[in-house]
């Protein structure tokens, strides 16, 4: 996939209504899957940005984590981490249940986080993108 701004500003769009929707639903597990959801948008924006197809959760916070460490700390994908568990256990099972910590870092860091992926964007010039382009199609010929 080539590089897409148009489509990383609707991923962000994407983010900006799941963030809303988060922000005015009471209830629990709603309210981790939409700000799950914006997490993964607002990640997912910057992947089109640059020219990345990945439709598996776990790939795209791999890719992030991998190629994009000039722009997260260490412990930014494993919060998209833990919030894609916390996402599955409150919508796939009635039996697990998110902690409250989780939660409530969720609840609570999901909007900086998409001011965060909209900096990023802003500084994805055309030379970044082709830098990363370039490391990741290195990898991609090392696993060949």
């Not at 260490?74 to 919508?91: N, T, V």
Request: hydrophobic share 40%; with cysteine; glycine share 0%.
């Amino acid at each position: 996939m080539e590089p897409n701004s148009n489509l990383a500003e609707a991923y962000v769009k994407k983010a900006e209504e799941a963030l809303e929707s988060m922000r005015v639903n009471v209830i629990k597990d709603w309210k981790i899957s939409t700000a799950y959801y914006t997490l993964y948008f607002s990640l997912y924006s910057i992947l089109t940005k640059i020219g990345i197809k990945c439709e598996i959760h776990s790939c795209t916070i791999a890719f992030a984590k991998r190629f994009l460490r000039e722009f997260f700390s260490e412990e930014d994908p494993d919060f998209i981490e833990d919030s894609l568990k916390a996402r599955i256990d409150s919508q796939y099972y009635i039996d697990r249940t998110v902690p409250d910590e989780q939660y409530n870092k969720m609840v609570k860091n999901t909007p900086w986080f998409l001011v965060k992926c909209k900096s990023i964007l802003i500084k994805l010039n055309e030379k970044k993108i082709n830098e990363v382009r370039k490391k990741f199609k290195k990898a991609l010929a090392e696993k060949r």
